[in-house]
């Protein structure tokens, strides 16, 4: 089973991208990440039936077309989902890539909430794009500061780490039904 990964900090110490890094060492298959900070700002006049997508748009789209599932690790920014992962969201809606393909929603933040608005909102607009949210797969991981190595860039949390792996196999267990 293929994974897709969406990161929602572009940051290059990102502690959501060490998390990112950490968990897809428990996705059993192909996995990658997609690289959302290349894609345009979301314009309708470039969407739809009659357009063609700029090239990022339509990498994107390709990348989530081909994959099983998909893991949405993201910050938390001003109690709201970063603006380039709404953006990144808003190319996939009406081109219907993830419509059923289960998705786990990971929000990371040095605060004790864990991003919790953000993971909330990213949940609600994923079911409104009629992913499957995986409920068992996602989590709100609080503090996550000293749970990181700054050389490695993973996480070293022992208990995190679990609790990664159990995560991604409410995924796996999601997507195995669904993967020809
Ligand atoms: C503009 C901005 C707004 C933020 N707002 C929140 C917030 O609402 N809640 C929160 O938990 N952390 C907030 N933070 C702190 C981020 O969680 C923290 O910078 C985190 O390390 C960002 O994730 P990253 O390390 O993956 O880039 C904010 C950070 C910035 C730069």
Same mark, same amino acid.
């Given at each position: 089973?293929?994974? &897709?990964?969406? %990161? /929602?900090?572009?940051?290059?110490?990102?502690?959501n991208?060490?998390?990112?890094?950490?968990a897809? @060492?428990?996705?059993?298959g192909?996995?990658?990440?997609a690289?959302?900070g290349?894609l345009?700002?979301?314009?309708?006049?470039?969407d739809?039936?009659?357009?063609?997508?700029?090239a990022p748009?339509?990498?994107?789209?390709t990348?989530v077309a081909s994959?099983?599932?998909?893991?949405?690790v993201?910050?938390?920014?001003?109690h709201?989902?970063p603006?380039?992962?709404?953006n990144?969201?808003?190319w &996939?809606?009406s %081109? /219907?890539e993830?419509?059923?393909?289960p998705?786990a929603v990971?929000?990371a933040?040095p605060?004790? @909430?864990?991003?919790d608005?953000a993971?909330?909102?990213?949940?609600e607009v994923?079911r409104?794009?009629?992913g499957?949210v995986?409920s068992?797969?996602?989590?709100e991981i609080?503090a996550i500061?000293p749970?990181?190595?700054?050389?490695t860039?993973?996480v070293?949390d022992e208990?995190t780490?679990?609790?990664?792996?159990v995560?991604l196999?409410?995924?796996?267990a999601?997507?195995?039904?669904?993967t020809?």
């Amino acid at each position: 089973m293929r994974l &897709l990964a969406l %990161s /929602g900090s572009l940051r290059a110490r990102s502690s959501n991208g060490a998390v990112l890094r950490s968990a897809l @060492t428990f996705w059993d298959g192909p996995a990658a990440t997609a690289d959302i900070g290349a894609l345009p700002h979301f314009n309708p006049d470039l969407d739809g039936e009659d357009a063609t997508p700029p090239a990022p748009v339509a990498a994107l789209r390709t990348a989530v077309a081909s994959a099983d599932a998909l893991l949405v690790v993201s910050p938390e920014y001003a109690h709201g989902v970063p603006g380039a992962l709404k953006n990144a969201l808003d190319w &996939l809606v009406s %081109s /219907g890539e993830c419509v059923s393909k289960p998705v786990a929603v990971i929000t990371a933040s040095p605060s004790p @909430t864990g991003g919790d608005h953000a993971n909330a909102q990213l949940r609600e607009v994923l079911r409104m794009m009629t992913g499957e949210v995986v409920s068992a797969a996602c989590r709100e991981i609080p503090a996550i500061s000293p749970k990181i190595d700054p050389t490695t860039e993973r996480v070293t949390d022992e208990a995190t780490l679990a609790d990664l792996g159990v995560a991604l196999s409410h995924l796996a267990a999601a997507a195995a039904p669904l993967t020809p």
